[in-house]
T-cell receptor, first 115, second 112 residues
Framework: ETGVTQTPRHLVMGMTNKKSLKCEQHLGHNAMYWYKQSAKKPLELMFVYNFKEQTENNSVPSRFSPECPNSSHLFLHLHTLQPEDSALYLCASSQDLVAGGDTQYFGPGTRLTVL | SQKIEQNSEALNIQEGKTATLTCNYT??????LQWYRQDPGRGPVFLLL???NEKEKRKERLKVTFDTTLKQSLFHITASQPADSATYLCALLMDSNYQLIWGAGTKLIIKP
């Protein structure tokens, strides 16, 4: 185990549903990340939080809404998604931001299917 | 545009041989490069980091080289084992905005 947990592991939702993904890290890290991974494509960085403050939003559509109540928990709220949003959503954490060479620890991901 | 290329075709290697994976990049001046392993249904797991001023890094059966002139990193697994079968991802830290940029990964299959 990497020390990063994600729930649920699998999620199927309709385009009009609202759901949330949860991530928790038990490593005492200060930075947390959301990534999207589609088949045969590179990981796409979505959001970065450092000390629970958002530092990056990589032009992510507003139908994805992150929340970071503290340094250990990260949520991704989903609403009115599109079928092309179907992917593996990965949460990661690092001691500090990656600029210093800190490695990222990933959770197992949530496999999201939008019908 | 900025781009990282990893061989999209699966690499099939006989057990016991050395597996070599390639990560090529364009239009970057990376501060460092990382290699990760990803198994099906799991998130990536960090393996090695090599900085721009380092030529080579080793860890047990793993070796990474970094050639900033060729804009290429090679990842070697010596004495490969079936348990090494996985997808291997490279990621570069852009020194312009301190974001990690990822390759799509290469699937490695070690045959017994």
């Amino acid at each position: 185990e990497t020390g990063v947990t994600q729930t649920p592991r699998h999620l199927v939702m309709g385009m009009t549903n609202k759901k949330s993904l949860k991530c928790e890290q038990h490593l005492g890290h200060n930075a947390m990340y959301w990534y999207k991974q589609s088949a045969k494509k590179p990981l796409e960085l979505m959001f970065v939080y450092n000390f629970k403050e958002q530092t990056e939003n990589n032009s992510v559509p507003s139908r994805f809404s992150p929340e970071c109540p503290n340094s250990s928990h990260l949520f991704l709220h989903l609403h009115t998604l599109q079928p092309e949003d179907s992917a593996l959503y990965l949460c990661a954490s690092s001691q500090d931001l990656v600029a210093g060479g800190d490695t990222q620890y990933f959770g197992p991901g949530t496999r999201l299917t939008v019908l | 545009s900025q781009k990282i290329e990893q061989n999209s075709e699966a690499l099939n290697i006989q057990e016991g041989k050395t597996a070599t994976l390639t990560c090529n990049y364009t239009n970057y001046s990376p501060a460092y490069l990382q290699w990760y392993r990803q198994d099906p249904g799991r998130g990536p797991v960090f393996l090695l980091l090599i900085r721009e001023n380092e030529k080579e890094k080793r860890k047990e059966r793993l070796k990474v080289t970094f050639d900033t002139t060729l804009k290429q990193s090679l990842f070697h697994i010596t004495a490969s084992q079936p348990a090494d079968s996985a997808t291997y991802l490279c990621a570069l830290l852009m020194d312009s905005n301190y974001q990690l940029i990822w390759g799509a990964g290469t699937k490695l299959i070690i045959k017994p």
